[in-house]
C-alpha cells in the first residue's frame, strides 16, 4: 500500500466542518423539534464520528482488512443495543402466562 | 526476498515496513473495537435508563452548563486537529514540527481536563451527586432517584472518558519525548500513528457523550 500524505488544506476543512457541526447540534438542540430532536442530536454525532474516523484516522486509506475489523466492531455494537432495545421495548407486549 | 529493505527499524518477522505498519495499524483498531464495545454497554445503559425515565433525565440534563460542553467539545477538535497535523509531520519528516503539534495536543486535553474538573466541582457543590445528600431542585420526590442514575451514568461515563484522556496525555508526553530524542523518521512513525489513532477515538467517545449528556432536553427550556 502506498503511504498517503493529505494536504493540510484537507485536514483544514475537516476540522471547520467539525467545529460548525457542534454549533449546529447545540443550537438545534435548542428548538422543539419532537422525537426529532434526539434524531438529529445523533445525526449530527455520527456524521462528525465518520469525518474524524475517515479522515483524521486515515480509515479510508486503509487497507481492507482493517476496514472489515471495524465494521465488523461497528456490527457487534449495533446487535448490543438492536437486541437489548428489542427485549425492553417489547416487554409487556404479550401477557406472561400465570401473572 | 531479495526485495527485503535493509532498515534499523524493521523487525525481521516483517518483509517490508509497509507490512509492519499495516500490523501495527490492524492491531491498534482491533483494541479500539473492544474499546468501543466496552463504551457500547455504557451507552446501552443510558438508552434504557432514559427511555424508562425520560422526565427525570431531562430535568437532570438540563442542569449541565451547556456553553462549557459546547467548549469542551471544540477544546477536543482542536486537539484531534493538531494530532492530525502532529502524525503528518512525523510522516514527511519534521521533527521540530512534530514537537510543536504534539505540545499544542496536549496543551488542549489539558484545558479539556480543565473544564471537566471543574464541572465536577459544580456537581459536587449543588449537590448533583448521587448519594445522600443528593438534591435536584425542580424535580418531584419520585424523581430523585431516576435524576441519581443519569449522574451515575454523568459521572461514569465523563469519568472513564477523562481517564482515557489522562492516558492519553501520557502517551503524548511519552511520543513527545521520544520526538526530542530523534526516534522518528518518514519509516518509521508507527508509534505516533496508533498514538494518533487512539487520541482520535478519545474524541469520538466525547462527540457522542456531549449531545447525550448535555443537549437531549434543551427544547423544553
Redesign the interface.
Known amino acids: ?1 502506498q ?1 498517503h ?2 494536504s ?1 488544506k484537507t ?2 476543512v475537516i ?1 471547520v466542518s ?2 460548525i457541526l ?2 449546529a ?2 443550537l438545534v ?5 419532537g422525537p426529532l ?2 434524531v438529529m ?2 445525526l ?2 455520527v456524521v ?2 465518520l469525518l ?2 475517515l ?3 486515515h480509515l479510508r486509506h ?2 481492507v ?2 476496514k472489515v ?2 465494521g ?3 456490527l ?2 449495533g446487535i ?2 438492536v437486541f ?2 428489542a427485549d ?2 417489547s416487554r409487556g407486549w404479550l401477557p406472561v402466562p400465570g401473572k | 526476498m531479495d526485495s527485503h529493505i535493509e532498515l534499523p527499524e524493521l523487525q525481521e518477522q516483517f518483509e517490508t515496513p509497509e507490512q509492519q505498519r499495516e500490523v501495527s495499524t490492524l492491531g491498534m483498531w482491533i483494541f479500539l473495537v473492544t474499546e468501543i464495545m466496552f463504551f457500547g454497554g455504557l451507552f446501552m445503559a443510558y438508552t434504557i435508563y432514559r427511555r424508562a425515565f425520560a422526565g427525570a433525565f431531562g430535568l437532570a440534563s438540563n442542569t449541565m452548563d451547556v456553553w462549557l460542553g459546547a467548549a469542551n467539545t471544540a477544546v477536543l477538535i482542536c486537539s484531534s486537529f493538531t494530532m492530525v497535523l502532529a502524525v503528518r509531520a512525523a510522516k514527511i519528516g519534521s521533527r521540530k514540527a512534530l514537537i510543536v503539534f504534539l505540545i499544542l495536543t496536549i496543551l488542549f486535553g489539558s484545558v479539556f481536563l480543565g473544564i471537566k474538573a471543574f464541572e465536577w466541582n459544580t456537581k459536587f457543590v449543588e449537590h448533583h451527586v448521587p448519594g445522600p445528600t443528593f438534591h435536584l431542585e425542580g424535580a418531584s420526590a419520585g424523581d430523585q432517584g431516576p435524576a441519581q442514575i443519569f449522574f451515575s451514568l454523568y459521572f461514569t461515563m465523563t469519568g472513564l472518558h477523562a481517564l482515557h484522556m489522562i492516558i492519553g496525555e501520557g502517551l503524548m508526553l511519552f511520543l513527545l519525548w521520544e520526538a526530542y530524542a530523534g526516534r522518528y523518521s518518514p519509516s518509521y512513525y508507527t508509534p505516533v500513528d496508533i498514538g494518533g489513532l487512539y487520541w482520535h477515538f478519545v474524541d469520538i467517545i466525547w462527540i457522542f457523550l456531549f449531545p447525550l449528556l448535555y443537549l437531549i432536553a434543551r427544547h423544553q427550556h
Open positions: 500500500m503511504e500524505v493529505d493540510i485536514y483544514t476540522f467539525l467545529l457542534t454549533g447540534t447545540t438542540a435548542t428548538i422543539d423539534l430532536n434526539i442530536a445523533l449530527i454525532a462528525k464520528m474524524v474516523a479522515y483524521f484516522m486503509s487497507t482488512l482493517t475489523v471495524v465488523g466492531g461497528m457487534w455494537l448490543l443495543l437489548s432495545l425492553f421495548v
